[in-house]
C-alpha cells in the first residue's frame, strides 16, 4: 500500500465508530435483517432485484459458523415472508470452509434445503485464491447431489478462470463473472486493468456460448458497454443474464441499465460485522479508499 493510502486508512481508523459508521451505511444496509429488508423492499420497488449478504468472514470456531447459518436461514425465512425479489450470497468461510471442509458442506447443505422448500437461489461468492479449490469443488458436489438452484462466481483477474469457465460449462452453472476483489501475487492473478477488461470480456463470451446464465458484476463503463455490444450480437434474451451492482454505487448508471431494459440486481450487505468488514475491505484493496473518498466528496 502506498503512503497515500496509509496515511487515508490510519485517518479512518482514528475516527470514532459512529462517524465511520455514517460512511459505511453508505454501501451497507445496516447492522439487523430488518434493515436489509427495508433497503431490498425500496430496491424492488424500483423493479430492481435483490441479493443479501450476512457480513462476515474467516470465521475460526464451529459457533460462530453455526449462527452465521442461523443468521442466513433467517434470511431466506424473511424474504418469503416478505415477498422480496432477492437471493441469498455467502461466504465459504464463514460457514467453516478453512475448519473443516466436510462441515462447511454439511452448513451450505443445510441452508439449501431450506432454500429449496422456498424456490430461492444461493449464490456462492468467490474469496481470496486460498479457497478458490475448495469452493469450486463445494459447489460442484452441491450440483452432483441435485442442488440446481445454486450459483458460482469467477474472478476475471485470476489467470485459472478460463479453465474454470471449461471445466464448470458442461454443468450449465450460473455463474456471477467479476474482476476480483483480491490483490493476489502476479503469479497467479493479471494486474493490469486493460488485460482484467480483456480476460472479462473472454470469459463473457465463454460462458454465453456455453449456454450458461451469466451475472455481470461491475460497475466499469467499458465492460458494460461491451456486454450490451455482445448482448445484441449474440441475440440473448433477458433471462440469459443480468447485471449486477453492489448497494450505493454508481446509482445513475445503475438506472439507465434498468432504463435500457436489462435485468439488475443490488448486491445489499448487512450484519454486526460492518466495521471489521469494512476495514479489511480497505486494508485488502487500497482502491477501495479513493472510491470512498471520491463517491464522498464528488457523488457518484
Ligand atoms: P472498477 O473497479 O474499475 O470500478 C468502476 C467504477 O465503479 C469505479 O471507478 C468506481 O467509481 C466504482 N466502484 C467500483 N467498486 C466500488 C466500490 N466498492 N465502492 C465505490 N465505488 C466503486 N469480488 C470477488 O472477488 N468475489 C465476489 O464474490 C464478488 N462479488 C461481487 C458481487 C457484485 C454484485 C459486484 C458488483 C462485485 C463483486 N465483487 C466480487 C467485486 C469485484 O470483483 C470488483 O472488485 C468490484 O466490482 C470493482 O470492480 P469493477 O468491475 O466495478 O470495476
Same mark, same amino acid.
Given at each position: 500500500?502506498?503512503?497515500v493510502n496509509?496515511l487515508i486508512l490510519?485517518l479512518i481508523?482514528?475516527l470514532?465508530?459512529?462517524v465511520v459508521?455514517r460512511f459505511a451505511l453508505r454501501y451497507?444496509?445496516?447492522?439487523?435483517?430488518?434493515?436489509?429488508?427495508?433497503?431490498?423492499?425500496?430496491?424492488?420497488? +424500483?423493479?430492481?432485484?435483490?441479493?443479501?449478504?450476512?457480513?462476515?468472514?474467516?470465521?475460526?470456531?464451529?459457533?460462530?459458523?453455526?449462527?452465521?447459518?442461523?443468521?442466513?436461514?433467517?434470511?431466506?425465512? /424473511?424474504?418469503?415472508?416478505?415477498?422480496?425479489? /432477492?437471493?441469498?450470497?455467502?461466504?465459504?468461510?464463514?460457514?467453516?470452509?478453512?475448519?473443516?471442509?466436510?462441515?462447511?458442506?454439511?452448513?451450505?447443505?443445510?441452508?439449501?434445503?431450506?432454500?429449496?422448500?422456498?424456490?430461492?437461489?444461493? #449464490?456462492?461468492?468467490?474469496?481470496?485464491?486460498?479457497?478458490?479449490?475448495?469452493?469450486?469443488?463445494?459447489?460442484?458436489?452441491?450440483?452432483?447431489?441435485?442442488?440446481? +438452484?445454486?450459483?458460482?462466481?469467477?474472478?476475471?483477474?485470476?489467470?485459472?478462470?478460463?479453465?474454470?469457465?471449461?471445466?464448470?460449462?458442461?454443468? +450449465?452453472? $450460473?455463474? #456471477?463473472?467479476?474482476?476480483?476483489?483480491?490483490?493476489?501475487?502476479?503469479?497467479?492473478?493479471?494486474?493490469?486493468?486493460?488485460?482484467?477488461?480483456? $480476460?472479462?470480456?473472454?470469459?463473457?463470451?465463454?460462458?454465453?456460448?456455453? +449456454?450458461?446464465?451469466?451475472?455481470?458484476?461491475?460497475h466499469d463503463d467499458f465492460?458494460i458497454?461491451?456486454?450490451?455490444?455482445?448482448?445484441?450480437?449474440? $441475440?440473448?434474451?433477458?433471462?440469459?443474464?443480468?447485471?449486477?451492482m453492489l448497494y450505493g454505487v454508481r446509482s445513475k448508471l445503475r438506472d439507465k441499465?434498468?432504463?435500457?431494459?436489462?435485468?439488475?440486481?443490488?448486491?445489499?450487505?448487512?450484519?454486526?460485522?460492518?466495521?471489521?468488514?469494512s476495514?479489511? #475491505?480497505f486494508?485488502?484493496n487500497p482502491q477501495m479508499v479513493r472510491y470512498v473518498l471520491r463517491a464522498l466528496f464528488f457523488g457518484d
Amino acid at each position: 500500500m502506498n503512503l497515500v493510502n496509509r496515511l487515508i486508512l490510519s485517518l479512518i481508523q482514528s475516527l470514532p465508530k459512529p462517524v465511520v459508521k455514517r460512511f459505511a451505511l453508505r454501501y451497507i444496509a445496516g447492522e439487523e435483517l430488518d434493515d436489509a429488508v427495508r433497503v431490498i423492499g425500496a430496491i424492488n420497488s +424500483k423493479k430492481l432485484m435483490g441479493t443479501m449478504d450476512v457480513l462476515g468472514e474467516n470465521v475460526t470456531t464451529r459457533e460462530e459458523s453455526l449462527a452465521a447459518v442461523r443468521e442466513c436461514e433467517a434470511v431466506l425465512h /424473511s424474504i418469503n415472508k416478505n415477498h422480496l425479489d /432477492s437471493n441469498l450470497s455467502i461466504k465459504l468461510t464463514q460457514f467453516g470452509l478453512k475448519i473443516d471442509e466436510e462441515f462447511c458442506y454439511s452448513n451450505v447443505k443445510r441452508l439449501l434445503d431450506i432454500a429449496y422448500g422456498y424456490n430461492h437461489f444461493v #449464490r456462492i461468492d468467490m474469496e481470496d485464491s486460498s479457497t478458490t479449490d475448495a469452493t469450486l469443488k463445494l459447489y460442484q458436489r452441491l450440483r452432483a447431489h441435485g442442488f440446481e +438452484k445454486v450459483g458460482v462466481v469467477l474472478q476475471a483477474n485470476m489467470r485459472r478462470s478460463e479453465e474454470d469457465v471449461q471445466r464448470l460449462i458442461p454443468m +450449465k452453472p $450460473n455463474i #456471477r463473472l467479476c474482476k476480483g476483489a483480491y490483490l493476489e501475487p502476479e503469479a497467479i492473478a493479471l494486474r493490469d486493468g486493460g488485460e482484467i477488461r480483456l $480476460n472479462f470480456m473472454k470469459l463473457f463470451k465463454m460462458i454465453l456460448e456455453g +449456454k450458461c446464465y451469466v451475472g455481470i458484476a461491475t460497475h466499469d463503463d467499458f465492460l458494460i458497454s461491451s456486454a450490451y455490444q455482445s448482448i445484441q450480437e449474440m $441475440n440473448l434474451h433477458q433471462s440469459d443474464y443480468e447485471f449486477q451492482m453492489l448497494y450505493g454505487v454508481r446509482s445513475k448508471l445503475r438506472d439507465k441499465i434498468v432504463a435500457d431494459g436489462h435485468r439488475l440486481r443490488i448486491y445489499v450487505p448487512f450484519g454486526r460485522y460492518w466495521y471489521a468488514y469494512s476495514m479489511r #475491505r480497505f486494508k485488502e484493496n487500497p482502491q477501495m479508499v479513493r472510491y470512498v473518498l471520491r463517491a464522498l466528496f464528488f457523488g457518484d
